[in-house]
């Protein structure tokens, strides 16, 4: 199903709901799918392969569209992910939705928002965003919280600045040239880096994450991964991590025998986290 979500700036922010083909009469764990694309391309579509398997196994999967540049710039992208979890708790009788088992999933950049949306789910930059209601009408709905039970950071770009620095060594032009269209500056980068926050204690709480990460990365630094690892292992936060050699970059967005292992390994993890 495709619905209207939010509507930040004029602009219609799309959603597509993938639901178990299976009726519930209980509520159901809900994952928001966060899109990669380097903060400036491609939507919500991209992830149906894994969204519908995830659905399938019986989990409420929302992928929604979110403020991109070159027209937005950080923190738009964040705030739009905090605002999607908040109108699934505004909206969790209508979607038969479970608003105490709420995740997010991100892939590339969307892993990045995905993570930093849980780390200041009510931070003030991440707030204003209108939602819908169930009426259709769309209003900011800040009181209500934007917190999550855990994060899947597939390939995530846990350090912009990181990131940057490595494409441009790297001489991947366009990685590099995305990075500054989001990003104002090089400050914004760095208040924007997951290690970062992390290691200064300025996130209140860690949920449960799993990061994914492929061998054959070109565009994450597996050092970069390290760091996050890390520095959410240094504060005390609980961290599944999966390596898949030989893979490349957004290798689950393609059908094949690592992509379904990955799947199954997601559908796992989220089990853990919403057992009741």
């Known amino acids: 199903t495709d ?24 509520p159901l764990p809900v994952l928001v799918d966060v ?42 992208g964040s705030a739009d992910v905090t605002a999607a979890v908040r109108y699934v ?3 969790a009788k209508a979607l038969g939705a479970d608003p105490d088992r709420i995740g997010l999933i991100g892939s590339s950049s969307g ?42 950071a597939m390939w995530p770009v846990s350090d912009p600045a990181a990131r940057y620095r490595y494409a441009k060594r790297a001489g991947i032009a366009r990685l590099a040239e995305l990075t500054e269209k989001y990003f104002p500056s090089d400050g914004a980068m760095w208040d924007a880096s997951i290690p970062r926050i992390v290691t200064s204690g300025e996130a209140k709480s860690l949920p449960p994450i799993l990061v994914v990460q492929p061998g054959d990365d070109s565009n994450i630094p597996q050092d970069m991964t390290f760091d996050l690892l ?5 504060r005390g936060g609980r961290v599944d991590y999966l390596f898949y050699p030989g893979q490349p970059h957004a290798f689950g967005h393609r059908a094949s025998e690592a992509t379904t292992d990955l799947i199954a390994a997601i559908a796992g993890f989220i089990a853990r986290q919403t057992a009741r």
């Open 3 to 26: 619905v209207v979500w939010g509507h930040p700036a004029d602009l219609d922010l799309k959603a597509t709901i993938y639901r178990p083909v299976a009726k519930s009469a209980a």
């Open 35 to 76: 899109h990669g694309g380097a903060w400036g391309s491609l939507d919500r579509t991209g992830d149906a392969l894994y969204a519908s398997e995830l659905a399938r196994g019986g989990v409420l999967v929302v992928s929604i569209d979110f403020r991109q540049s070159p027209q937005f710039q950080h923190p738009a």
């Open 89 to 91: 708790r505004l909206n």
């Open 111 to 152: 892993g990045h928002l995905a993570l930093l949306a849980a780390l200041r789910p009510d931070a003030p930059q991440h707030k204003g965003t209108p939602i819908a209601d169930a009426s259709g009408k769309f209003a900011a709905h800040d009181d209500i919280s934007a917190s999550v039970d855990y994060v899947v």
């Open 230 to 234: 890390h520095a959410w292992q240094a």
